[in-house]
């Protein structure tokens, strides 16, 4: 029997100071409490970040007040099958698009490449206010049609221009938005998504590495 190599994907955006953060939150900030360069026995770093940095989820708390924190995310919903759609240059994604996508019964996860992903590429610096993201009857759609989480490709799923209402649609119904990650590299197709968020106690996000497994 032939054996079938299988290649990992790397769809997370590294976290460094300097970083894109969203405006008003503060950036990312490394110290190092210990270092061997000054003498120490070894390398130890502090570091400060908002939860919803680079490559994150949103957990229901952070709309909903009594909402689930990132502790209690179902890893059933965070690791499975999951399709990759490449929506090219479009300026969101509302419910209208997502029905031209055929996007298959019983679809679980999806993740949504836009030209956001070329931010990434370019190694920008600059917050982008423009970025495609759900409008609140894409995220409707999402709910009504029983997908549980939803990945995109910019630090919120939600437009920057538009109130919380996609937001909230999404983190009330309990799907998991997947934010912050870099798909310039993705064809799309289907993969098998594997997300762990850090297991933070009761707060309302978790930074988190996401890989994307495909069979050659």
Known sequence: MTKIK?????????????????PGVPGVEFEATASMARGDASNDTTIRMN????????????????GKGADQ????????????????????????????LKI????????????????WQK???????????LTADGAQWIVDHEIRLVGVDYLSVQRFSD?????QILLGA???????????HVLPGEYELICLPVKLAGVDGA?????????A
């Open 6 to 22: 299988e290649r990992y994907i790397d769809i997370s955006l590294p976290v460094s100071p300097g970083m894109v953060h969203w």
């Open 51 to 66: 939860v919803h940095t680079g490559t994150h989820v949103d957990a229901p708390f952070h709309f909903v007040r009594e």
């Open 73 to 100: 995310l179902a890893v059933d919903d965070l690791i499975g099958t999951v399709r990759v759609f490449d929506l090219g240059d479009v300026d969101k994604i509302d419910a209208h698009l997502l029905d031209g």
């Open 104 to 119: 298959p019964p019983q679809t679980k996860r999806v993740l949504f490449k836009t030209r956001n992903s070329g931010a």
């Open 123 to 133: 190694l920008s610096h600059v917050f982008d206010r423009s970025f495609v993201a």
């Open 163 to 167: 109130g919380p209402q996609t937001h």
């Open 174 to 184: 309990g799907v998991i938005a997947l934010e912050g990650l870099n798909l310039g």
């Open 207 to 215: 930074p988190a590495r996401a890989i994307l497994k495909e069979k």
